[in-house]
């Protein structure tokens, strides 16, 4: 059964994010802090394309039913990557190894790809193994023998973060890698050339689709946390005094 | 027609998420179970739609091998050993001893070196990516050094203090990391459904 | 135990792994597609078994609602009709909505709730020193975290304001600090995996007991 | 200055030194096991001085509870635990709990002990290797319960077929009474020990177990219900340093502590060689 906090923050946090979302629709305008990673998508896109190599894509060696709370923030993500990809005539390789996951992929390239008038055969969505060491060992030989001139890992959680990375470092890509959770944001951020950290993984989407209705909803990721250091000053004011706020 | 392709598939999408949490907050206990057994049946579903991965991939090695590609001859062992290992494993069942050959030593052996590359490459990644360039990068290095004498069994020999400042590093920078970027993963997931239940957003990215 | 065939077999593939990590040669390339091939087989040989057991045996029990979950993971498979793909559309809205709502609920007593209790009845200022500079430590790294994260300029927290800018790079340090903490101490963990693999190769060929 | 920094100047492709280096620094550790300076955690010790204060003639149930996979990380600690238990003259009973490839551990483990295969003295006297039996926690119950559950639950017969009476090691072991220690190697944190040996009984109990149990483990140890305990390779190698005999774990916990020297070593020139770059990039300013 849920808490009484539980009910006071849920309640609280959706309907922050419904009323941000309703206002800037209204306002017709949302000021957003610019997040840099954001800005490395279309470089890494436009170096690749320079260099006549492909750009490579991948949520990681993470299955689309069990994770969605960490590949759902990257779909608006591929969006961009595969509507850069198309605008610049880019050859963009998505890798999977879940049905699921192979599936959403090129559902997104698609619909992008009829956009900007790119035919259905220049898409290259690839479903490589079965397991997820499968799949680390294929995305290896990808970067290995096609040496793409991007590599974009978004939402990984898995230790293949780290052989990817580097390995992909090693051959000089440009990369951009996010994630929602801990796991391998440190070794992220210490490879890579730009990392979407936690929060910033999770809005980036809507900063790609820069619509009001989805800016809106970072609203109430702000006014959230101005309630919880609200909380947290009242909390160490009272603890000071031996009072606690009962918070299990 | 677009009504059936692209808006229903979003009444879903959002109907799922609401049914999914309010069955938890309200506490509707038919409501909840209904939620497992569909859950349960996503493996199926799973299951059932491994064909769309196994003819893409099996495809593309079959276009190498008649193009003669590069390797094409290790496309056709590729072929081979799926074959005979989904044979054996589907008609002659998991015990089957070849089966459990291959099983115990080419899949674990070769499984744990591919976690095991680990090993080699975040030493290259420690060599290439730690520089004293401004002080964030300083301190990233500073307490990455720290952690990793505290870990290493000859760190206390060497350095004794190295124990109770591994200690306070691993108990307060590291809890604090994690409360922040906890939060953050929350409201981002909360946003998240909010966008998808009133269709501010799309799970197949339509450009429109 | 040195020099068993299977071991010695093991150990060859187990080499060929670790030589990409140098250049990609044929030996590796090899060990990737067998390696690829079998798993493959695996999964599918599992996922024969959940068919059968999961998806077709409950429909001849009586359980007929397992046939709703048979067509719609059969519906992914319309990914290879230029006009029908859109079907699969259904089945990926049920698998991210169900995956997401399940974790999204429960992420507010895990994650916020949790993280904000652990520290909200933390005194700051204590009779010791350690105690006192501990405390400050995590009160004020996960505000000035919390700070870092603001995105909406027009929201509550205006940004320009000093005090405001102050607790941004507060937090901005402590997340280079927890990166770095994170980091040197999931080290030891992968250089063990790595350390097995070696020593495994070595016992197999008779250099070490 | 500068021709030290290119003696230490690593080429163009630096991963691939690095991760040679990596590689031929673990060898080495393990072709020959250097004694490197150990700090002796309370629990090691708490495990050490449990096994050296039991007074002779007792009986002590040795358990091994892991398989190939954890070697690395307890092979060691199995091993140590054998070669301090050769120094005692008390009745061990081996036992393969909970994993069927505990068998393959023991036969293991007592051919790479000090003084080989019969180290610990006339087998069926000194020691015996009881067999496996499946059910986790309801084969431990059914061995511990009176009158004879020793006898009973191992179908009266050893690991290798041989019948209990021609065992006279198994004449006075019957139940829970007759059992004076419990050591297990490996086992997955200490709950199931605690719930059928421990509370039941009050026997006293050691264990081995990997890093990943260790939180669990730590918990009963504060608590009392384990009475000492070895973490993972680390541990292995600190027992081994208490019994004076260097085994696998002294050279994996080398090839740990080399490895982190290493890695902190990469750091210090790869700053160095950007330092160096950017007072050159600065004309020397």
Redesign the interface.
């Known amino acids: 059964m849920p808490t009484l906090w539980e009910y006071i923050f849920g309640a609280l946090f959706f309907s922050f994010c419904i009323i941000g979302m309703y206002r800037a629709e209204k306002r017709g305008e949302q000021k957003m802090k610019t997040i840099p990673a954001c800005n490395g998508i279309p470089e890494g896109i436009q170096r690749s394309v320079e260099m006549g190599r492909p750009v490579l894509f991948e949520f990681g060696s993470i299955a689309l039913n069990l994770y969605s709370q960490y590949i759902g923030p990257a779909l608006g993500i591929l969006n961009e990557v595969a509507k850069e990809s198309a605008r610049l005539g880019a050859h963009l390789i998505t890798i999977s190894f879940d049905p699921p996951s192979t599936a959403i992929m090129e559902e997104i390239v698609k619909n992008n790809y009829i956009l900007y008038g790119r035919t259905m055969e220049e898409m290259d969505n690839r479903y490589v193994a079965g397991t997820d060491r499968g799949f680390t060992v294929a995305t290896l030989a990808i970067l290995e023998r096609e040496k793409p001139g991007a590599h974009f890992l978004m939402g990984t959680t898995s230790y293949d973060a780290v052989i990817v990375c580097q390995a992909a470092a090693d051959i000089g890509a440009f990369q951009v890698a996010g994630a929602i959770q801990t796991f391998q944001l440190p070794v992220m951020s210490v490879i890579c050339d730009y990392v979407l950290i936690g929060e910033e993984f999770a809005v980036a989407g809507s900063v790609f689709s820069n619509k009001l209705g989805q800016l809106g909803t970072i609203v109430g990721h702000d006014w959230a946390k101005a309630v919880l250091v609200g909380l947290l000053i009242l909390g160490a004011i009272l603890a000071q005094f031996g009072l606690k706020i009962v918070m299990s | 027609m677009s009504f059936v392709r692209s808006f229903i598939p979003k009444i879903v999408l959002s109907a799922i998420i609401v049914i999914t949490i309010l069955s938890y907050f309200l506490g509707i206990v038919p409501l909840s179970n209904g939620v497992s057994i569909v859950n349960q049946y996503v493996i199926i579903m799973i299951a059932f739609s491994l064909p769309l991965g196994v003819i893409n991939l099996v495809g593309r090695n079959i276009k190498n091998i008649q193009n003669k590609r590069q390797d094409w001859l290790l496309d056709i062992a590729m072929l081979v050993s799926l074959t005979v290992m989904t044979v054996l494993g589907i008609f002659f069942g998991v015990t089957n001893t070849i089966y459990l050959w291959l099983y115990n030593n080419v899949n674990i052996p070769v499984g744990a070196m591919v976690m095991a590359l680990t090993g080699l490459y975040i030493a290259s990644a420690a060599y290439r990516s730690f520089r004293v360039r401004n002080l964030e990068g300083s301190l990233l290095l500073v307490s990455a050094i720290i952690i990793m004498l505290w870990n290493a069994p000859i760190g206390a020999a060497l350095f004794p203090p190295i124990l109770p400042i591994g200690n306070w590093f691993n108990n307060y920078p590291l809890t604090t990391g994690n409360r922040v970027i906890f939060i953050g993963f929350a409201l981002g997931v909360i946003s998240l459904c909010v966008r998808y239940i009133f269709f501010r957003e799309n799970i197949t990215g339509e450009s429109t | ?1 040195a020099w068993e065939v ?1 071991n010695v ?3 060859i ?2 080499i060929g ?2 030589s ?5 040669n ?1 030996f ?21 078994g ?2 059968v057991n ?2 077709i045996i409950p429909i001849l029990q009586g359980n007929y ?2 046939i ?3 067509i ?3 519906l ?2 319309s ?2 009709s ?1 006009s029908y ?2 079907l ?22 895990a ?15 204590t009779n010791n020193l350690l105690g006192t500079v ?1 405390n400050l ?3 004020v ?3 000035a ?13 205006k ?1 320009g304001k000093p005090i405001f800018n102050i607790f941004s790079r507060i ?30 190769v ?1 016992r197999t060929f008779g ?3 | 200055m500068s021709d030290v920094i290119k003696f230490i100047r690593i080429p163009k492709n630096q991963s691939k030194v690095i991760y040679a280096l990596i590689i031929i620094v673990m060898i080495f550790s393990y072709t020959n096991p250097i004694l490197l300076p150990l700090n002796v955690d309370l629990e090691t010790q708490a495990y050490y001085n449990t096994i050296v204060d039991l007074p002779a003639g007792k009986t002590i149930l040795l358990a091994f509870a892991f398989d190939s996979g954890q070697w690395g990380a307890l092979g060691g600690a199995a091993i140590a635990t054998l070669n301090l238990l050769q120094t005692k003259n008390d009745k061990i009973l081996i036992s393969p709990f909970s994993s069927v490839e505990g068998g393959l551990m023991i036969q293991r483990c007592l051919g790479l002990q000090k003084g080989g295969y019969n180290a610990l003295g006339k087998y069926g006297v000194d020691w015996v290797i009881l067999p496996y039996g499946p059910g986790d926690e309801t084969f431990y119950a059914a061995m511990m319960q009176e009158p004879n559950g020793m006898h009973t639950a191992q179908g009266n017969k050893d690991y290798f077929g041989t019948n209990m009476e021609n065992l006279p090691i198994m004449d006075n072991v019957h139940s829970h009474k007759d059992i004076d220690l419990l050591i297990c190697i490996g086992g997955a944190g200490a709950g199931h020990q605690v719930r059928q040996f421990g509370v039941p009984y009050g026997i006293p109990i050691l264990v081995a177990d990997i890093a990943v149990d260790w939180a669990e483990l730590k918990m009963f140890i504060d608590n009392g219900a384990v009475k000492g305990g070895i973490k993972d390779a680390v541990g292995s190698a600190e027992l081994e340093k208490l019994i004076g005999i260097p085994g696998i774990a002294t050279s994996t916990v080398a090839g740990l502590s080399l490895n982190h020297l290493l890695i902190i070593g990469f750091i210090v020139v790869g700053n160095i060689q950007y330092l160096y770059g950017r007072y050159k990039k600065r004309g020397g300013k």
């Open positions: 135990m299977n077999i093991a150990a593939l187990v792994v670790i990409i990590a140098f250049k990609d044929i590796f390339k090899f060990v990737e597609r067998i390696f690829i091939g079998i798993t493959l087989g695996i999964t599918l040989t599992a996922a024969y959940v068919i999961n998806g609602l397992v709703v979950a048979d719609m993971g059969l992914l498979l990914r290879f230029k793909s859109w699969s559309r259904y089945t990926l809205a049920l698998i991210v909505g169900m995956s997401l709502a399940i974790f999204t609920r429960t992420a507010i007593s994650l916020i709730i949790g993280s904000i209790a652990a520290v909200v009845n933390t005194p700051l200022i501990s430590y995590a009160w790294g996960l505000v975290g919390l700070v870092y994260f603001v995105f909406t300029t027009g929201g509550i927290p940004q937090g901005r340090y402590t997340i280079m600090i927890y990166f770095g903490v994170y980091f040197g101490s999931t080290v030891l963990g992968r250089e063990t995996v790595l350390l097995e693999r070696i020593s495994f070595l250099i070490i007991p």
